[in-house]
């Protein structure tokens, strides 16, 4: 038994000094086996601890961080206490690291041959003949075409898929026992993702290697771990197998985590979780989950509970009251349907917009005209009614974000109109918008840190909007601030607090609240919830609702993500390189026929439930411009017909439903191929 | 990229186009001219009137100009008045001097700032960086005046070693020029050093905290291998830029220096011309310095390009 186990974590601490010079700790005494062979996936939310846990499984501490207690045994010596000699000699050839961001994590002045070969020459005996030959055959085995070609270029040159694949070229190089992959397909798009994953099972049958599955999302955990670690605020809440932790969790924060993520087969929006993760640090004594959870009594606000290994269940969980959950059935979601009022009347009129980033060429800087024939954006035409939810799905590249940068004003659009309320010609250009134009329409931006001033108080930022548009003074714009905060949940204690004093959740809610201060008519969400955790989502989603059936506003909801979208939209418009694919009730677009692209898409998710698997429809190539002529999506499509779609545009067709689908080929054929 | 490279020749003509302009203009507003100021107490009545032909004043200023930068462009600058010389013949030594000014402290102070800054980077907070970073905090706050005047109080005055103040005839052969020079070049190769030091102390330990120093460590990249393979040529490259200022800084004259060491460089040259207005002898150092500023940084940009791979083919691209 013992010598099955590849990497031992023994009472494990690690932790920081704060300025104060109090200790503090990112890992809690964390204690768990690696075995030969077996995939291992930790899951948790940022601040969790999970990615210095990996780290420190290669020996490695980051800068300002330390060891405080406990060991990481590799081959019975601990890695934590080895000379940088002796750890050089087992990062890269005993254990490897296929890193998150791999466009970040490649030295940029090295061609990736290079680099590939620097862990051949580091971790094999292999002599330059048989390295170039080895370089190849690992570009190969990662899916890349032409490797020859590829180890000549830089990493800059490459996708963010085909980087993400070079790192793990790089990883296999060493042909390591235990891999270590932190959050490897975060930054993707949602087919190259599912394509990655595929590919990282494979590796893992093929060679035997044991893996470490470090993510937040319990979606692509689900798809490649035998077994899963949960941590919550630096320690291991819940450890058990895959199936039993997806199915039947044990520990109540799981159980909330896996209610409160949205599922393509549920539409409305699942019950959020309150609260968020604490700071690494406030805990005082008692369970860290213990005020955002349903099932904590007393005793679990002064003990804090140990991690208990139940035999039967073969699965170690940190509750005292796990009990109540040993015998409830699998998670069922409950969701509140949406029900928006969407009245018959339009409120925005995208007809024929065209936008291009080409850049301008000096006579037509001249002529104040934007010239060029194959825009980054075409033809959009979409009727937006008020009060509906609509939602602007595709991959990045896809132009989404584009559009709703020319409704607000941000960006010039070449042709077409954007017309408000049915009358109203509103100009892509800021400049020639009145004060009440832009009242009208506001947005909520993807990253709250960077779209507040940290300089700004939370009152400085509300009051901002209430002054430009209201010349709202005194005891007046106090009152709506709190209204405002108030309506957003959170207190009037918020007011004096600069951005960096709130967590992620509390800074979109201020972002959420600046943009209902104009009391707006439109509000362009662009994936609001991106870069929030998945504990925090559902509240920030249920929110949005909530405030939009209050006050009837008419939202435009950008996301890459399919699920968040089927939760809280009524209509979808599926874009792919600046061409409208499919439009549609939500409903209908969620089920077939569909267009083949959103087909793709659909069949790229991943659910969090183990016997969901991804459907691989088409190439995750990346394309870097539209075609010329002919459909959109000709280079990826898996259902071509032939030479029609490469020189037609395809023309719209209805289905019974009401759904719009722009593809050549019929209908009744389409759903025929796609059940 | 040759595209790039013309636009960017093309844009340096311009910049001097617009320099010699200002300089004409400058010149011309001021009060008085190089006949007044030549005749000084005589300068009335038919003397004057003389002066202004002789000197080609009595035509109007555009034409002036056009002639001027017509001379200038083939290197003829002139008379200046003081010497009453050809001005390229007062400025061929001088330019002279002052490049071997330069170059003694680039030659010096650049290889002593990478190493100075790449030590306190790598050994980050420890004593080497403290102690170092102490010392070039220091150099860069004390003015160039007061460590000149410091250096010949104490290496020329008490301790005799080295002549306080360089009393050459202008066009001295270099080896008699060397001693004379050394404690010209340190008082500069310290300031100079310490601020080329702190900046790539900043750009090393920025690279050193990046993700893909991270993955070189985690590939088992041995250390010294990590910093000249995967920090090194990263960390350097935006410091191409601040030598090259550096090194426009140096030719273009050291002016306080100059003056307290007596050096007969370009420094001196502008300040013994403005005070002798010697207007001819100005324009002709303000084209220079700028011809100077502008072509040592077009090298830079044209270096970083060559060298950052990512720029070359964005260009490319485009």
Not at chain 1, 112 to 135: C, P, T, V, W
Not at chain 1, 175 to 184: A, G, K, N, R, S
Not at chain 1, 484 to 496: C, D, H
Not at chain 1, 606 to 621: F, G, N, Q, R
Request: with cysteine; glycine share 6%; aromatic share 6%.
């Amino acid at each position: 038994m013992m010598t099955d186990i590849i990497q031992k974590v023994k009472n494990l601490s690690i932790g920081f000094r704060s300025k104060k010079g109090d200790e503090i700790l990112i890992l809690k005494n964390i204690s768990t086996n690696i075995k030969k062979g077996e995939t291992v996936g930790i899951v948790g939310e940022s601040g969790s601890g999970k990615s210095t846990l990996a780290l420190a499984m290669m020996g490695y501490v980051k800068h300002g961080l330390y060891t405080i207690g406990g060991e990481c045994q590799f081959n019975s010596s601990n890695l934590l206490k080895m000379k940088s000699k002796d750890l050089e000699k087992i990062r890269g050839r005993k254990i490897a690291m296929i890193p998150q961001n791999a466009g970040q994590a490649l030295t940029p002045n090295l061609k990736i041959g290079y680099q590939i070969d620097e862990a051949l020459q580091l971790h094999s005996d292999l002599d330059e003949i048989e390295r170039e030959k080895k370089i190849s055959e690992l570009l190969n085995k990662v899916r890349l075409p032409s490797p020859e070609t590829i180890a000549l270029r830089y990493p800059h040159e490459l996708s963010g898929g085909q980087q993400q694949r070079v790192a793990v070229a790089m990883a296999l190089a060493g042909t390591p026992d235990l891999l270590l992959l932190d959050e490897p397909t975060t930054g993707l798009d949602v087919t190259t993702q599912a394509h990655v994953l595929e590919l990282l099972n494979f590796i893992a049958k093929d060679t035997g290697t044991s893996m470490v599955y470090v993510s937040h999302d319990l979606g692509a955990i689900a798809q490649v771990s035998d077994r899963i670690i949960v941590m919550y605020s630096g320690e291991i809440v819940l450890e058990g197998p895959s199936r039993d932790i997806l199915k039947k969790p044990i520990h109540p924060y799981t159980h909330g985590l896996l209610k409160s993520i949205p599922k393509l087969s549920l539409a409305g929006l699942p019950e959020s979780m309150p609260g968020s993760q604490p700071q690494p640090g406030t805990i005082q004594g008692g369970c860290s989950f213990f005020d955002r959870c349903n099932f904590s009594d007393d005793n679990c606000k002064n003990n804090s509970p140990k991690l208990e290994f139940l035999k039967d269940l073969n699965t170690s969980v940190r509750c005292f009251n796990y009990e109540q959950l040993v015998n409830e059935n699998e998670v069922s979601q409950t969701v509140n349907k949406i029900k928006n009022k969407s009245l018959d009347k339009e409120i925005l009129n995208l007809s024929e917009v065209s936008i291009s980033y080409a850049k301008q060429k000096l006579l037509d800087q001249i002529f104040n005209r934007i010239s060029d024939e194959n825009p980054t954006v075409k033809d959009i035409n979409i009727d937006i009614k008020k009060g509906e939810t609509i939602a602007l799905v595709g991959e990045s590249g896809s132009g989404k974000s584009t559009i709703l940068k020319s409704i607000a004003g941000l960006l010039r659009t070449k042709d077409g109109l954007i017309k408000f309320d049915e009358s109203r010609n509103l100009s892509s250009d800021l400049k020639e918008r009145d004060p009440n134009d832009l009242r009208i329409i506001q947005l909520i931006f993807q990253n709250p840190d960077e779209s507040l001033n940290p300089n700004h108080t939370v009152e400085e930022i509300i009051a901002q909007p209430l002054k430009l548009y209201f010349g709202l003074k005194g005891e007046k714009l106090k009152k709506n601030i709190i209204d405002l905060l108030q309506k957003v949940r959170l207190g009037e204690f918020y007011m004096s607090r600069y951005p960096r004093q709130l967590s992620g959740g509390e800074k979109q809610r201020v972002a959420v609240a600046r943009a209902f201060a104009a009391k707006p008519d439109i509000i362009l969400c662009d994936e609001v919830t991106s870069a929030l955790d998945v504990s925090v989502q559902a509240a920030v989603l249920n929110l949005l609702q909530q405030l939009k059936e209050d006050f009837g506003t008419t939202y435009i909801f950008v996301s890459h993500d399919l699920a968040v979208v089927r939760a809280i939209s009524d209509r979808v418009a599926v874009l792919y390189q600046g061409r409208l694919c499919e439009v549609g009730p939500s409903n209908d677009v969620y089920k077939f026929p569909s267009h083949p692209y959103t087909e793709v898409l659909l069949g790229a998710v991943l659910e969090p439930d183990p016997d969901i698997k991804p459907k691989l429809v088409a190439e995750d190539i990346v394309e870097e411009r539209p075609p010329e002529k002919g459909c959109s999506f000709q280079g990826r499509c898996s259902r071509i017909v032939g030479d029609i779609c490469k020189k037609e545009i395809p023309p719209w067709q209805l289905t019974d439903s009401g759904n719009a689908i722009r593809c050549h080929i019929p209908i009744k054929e389409l759903q025929k191929q796609q059940f | 990229m040759l595209f790039l490279i013309i636009k960017r020749i093309l844009l340096g003509f311009i910049t001097l186009f617009i320099v010699s302009i200002i300089t004409f203009v400058g010149t011309e507003v001021l009060p008085g001219d190089a006949c007044t100021t030549y005749l000084e107490r005589q300068a009335f009545g038919e003397q004057l009137e003389a002066c202004y032909r002789r000197l080609g004043l009595n035509v109007p200023a555009y034409e002036r100009y056009v002639s001027w930068a017509l001379n200038a462009i083939q290197g003829d600058f002139g008379y200046s008045l003081s010497g009453e010389m050809p001005i390229k013949d007062v400025l061929g030594p001088r330019i002279k001097n002052s490049l071997v000014l330069a170059s003694a402290a680039i030659f010096i102070g650049i290889p002593i700032a990478l190493i100075l800054g790449i030590i306190t980077a790598l050994w980050r907070d420890k004593l080497p960086d403290v102690a170092i970073s102490t010392v070039t905090i220091f150099a860069m706050t004390i003015p160039e005046f007061i460590s000149a005047t410091l250096l010949i109080l104490i290496i020329a005055i008490w301790l005799e070693w080295l002549p306080g103040i360089v009393i050459v005839p202008t066009d001295v052969s270099f080896l008699e020029l060397l001693p004379n020079i050394i404690l010209p070049v340190v008082a500069i190769a310290m300031i100079m050093t310490a601020h080329m030091a702190r900046m790539v102390r900043s750009s090393v330990i920025q690279v050193m905290a990046s993700e893909y120093v991270q993955m070189a460590i985690l590939k088992g990249v041995p250390y010294w291998k990590m910093v000249f393979k995967h920090v090194l040529p990263n960390a350097l490259l935006p410091a191409i830029n601040v030598v090259a200022l550096t090194i426009a800084w140096l030719l273009g004259g050291v002016v306080v220096t100059e003056v307290v060491f007596n050096y007969p460089g370009l420094g001196r040259l502008v300040i013994e011309s403005i005070s002798n207005r010697d207007l001819p002898t100005v324009q002709a150092l303000a084209i220079i310095l700028a011809s100077i500023y502008v072509s040592i940084n077009l090298l830079a940009d044209l270096l970083t390009l060559m060298l950052n791979p990512r720029l070359k083919t964005l260009q490319i691209r485009k």
